[in-house]
């Protein structure tokens, strides 16, 4: 089992987005057996909590359902998770910070680096304060970064010959 998790700062807004995006592509994939996703937040403040509404109608529009509850990330997280995605610099500081374990480390990288055209570095933006516009973008992003991880996934992983795609 390959085991992913999206970070945020709170994990009520664009964590669970790529979480629920991540979940219905691997869905179409048809390889829900090999990867089992979540999402977590750096910051304890949404714990229990269910996503923003805005996200979840965002996501409800475009046929993704996103059924969460807010998490935070811990150290010990690191030794679960094959992949650990930042949606922001501030976010991927933060959980550099937990950890000095080279191994925990390499997992360790910003969502967008999967989304292609986007630069390495790229973050995908806070949508909380402001409008519903911000959402309708995180979830764009999410929805192209996160077939360019499910594809890297397959390839690195020899996952057969099914289709990254939905």
Not at 16 to 23: C, I, L, Q, S, W
Not at 29 to 44: H, K, N, P, V, Y
Not at 65 to 94: C, G, H, I
Not at 101 to 112: A, N, P, Q, S, Y
């Amino acid at each position: 089992m390959i085991r992913v998790c999206f970070v945020c700062l709170g994990n009520i807004c664009r964590s669970p987005t790529a979480e629920g995006v991540m979940k219905k592509l691997v869905r179409d994939a048809g390889l829900e057996e090999r990867i089992d996703i979540e999402s977590a937040g750096t910051a304890a403040y949404h714990v229990g909590e269910r996503p923003d509404p805005r996200s979840r109608e965002e996501a409800r529009r475009r046929g993704v359902a996103l059924e969460s509850r807010a998490q935070q990330f811990t150290a010990k997280d690191f030794a679960r998770f094959d992949y650990v995605l930042a949606m922001d610099r501030e976010n991927l500081a933060d959980l550099s910070g937990l950890t000095d374990d080279t191994v925990h480390l390499e997992r360790l990288t910003l969502l967008r680096r999967f989304e292609p055209g986007s630069t390495n570095d790229s973050s995908v933006p806070d949508p909380y304060y402001g409008g519903d516009d911000g959402f309708m973008r995180v979830f764009e992003i999410c929805e192209a970064a996160c077939r360019g991880l499910l594809e890297h996934i397959v390839e690195a992983h020899a996952l057969g010959e099914r289709s990254a795609r939905s």
